[in-house]
């Protein structure tokens, strides 16, 4: 039931967009990457060419796997120029306005069988294909940060998701190399539903324990077997992204956890967004 993928589009090749696209090139499939201007397009794609270098220099990829991956990509402004994607993967700004914008664009220039899929972490992939006459093509493929790196991809389907969209996404997760799960569109769909309010508990922790970032980090890897501290999470995550995404979720769900700490919304607005900055809890 799963369509066959021989081209696909990537929409906003940020950090996770940037990381899908690589899985994509990596899988052998030929990717179209959208960007708003050439000048964060090209800067994107040499992102990507330098982490598969850094395969090639580490002998995980050969040097003409490597070239002919870089070679799959080519970017575009235009959205018209993904017309021949059997799968678009949306990984734009979290904003439900633009989102419900691109989809109806994108339904206007796709094929009428390919499949629409949004990497939303914490808007409702339902209401992002209400703004379109085809909701049925419309899935979530949630990956987590850093894309290329984390094994994890949620496929989410939501309202009027037809069984060939969800499984089509389901497999193009496997052939990516993932491992997908299935789960239905609810705030926060199944990790971040945990993963939020767990991370503002932490932040909380800081101050009501008054124990030091770097204490903090070292006792969730120490004592509960964390890969990285929630703090140098946060950090890698973005205090802003984790801010924004705390409040669509507190906003759906009314639980106080969900709610940004304050401290956390001090620093987003301080301009401390994590590493893409220079500085969160830590300086880079
Ligand atoms: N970004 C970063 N590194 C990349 C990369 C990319 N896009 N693509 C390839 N790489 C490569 C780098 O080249 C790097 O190697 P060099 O430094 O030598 O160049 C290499 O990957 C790092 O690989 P390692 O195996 O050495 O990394 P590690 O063992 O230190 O693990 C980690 C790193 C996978 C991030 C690990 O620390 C981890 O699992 N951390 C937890 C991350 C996590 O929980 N993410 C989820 C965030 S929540 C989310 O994403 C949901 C949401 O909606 C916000």
Redesign the pocket.
Known sequence: MAKKIGKVGVVGLG?MG??IA?LCVEAGVETVGREVSMEIAEPARD?IAH?LQ??VD?GLLEQGARDDAVGRLTLTTDVADLAGCDLVIEAIVEELGPKQELFAALEAVCAGDAVLATNT??LSVTEIASATATPERVVGM?????????PLVEIIRAELTSDSAFETAFAFGEKLGKHPIRCHDTPGFV??RV?IPVLNDCIRVLDEARVSVEDLDAGLKHGAG???GPCE?VD??GID??VH?SEALYEKTREPRMAAPPRLVAMRNAGLLGRKSGRGFYTY
């Open positions: 950090a940037a990381g690589q992102r982490f850094r395969k580490k972490s914490a949630h990956f987590f940060n850093p894309a290329p790196l984390m990790v971040n993963l964390w890969p990285m999470l890698l995550v992204v984790h995404a």
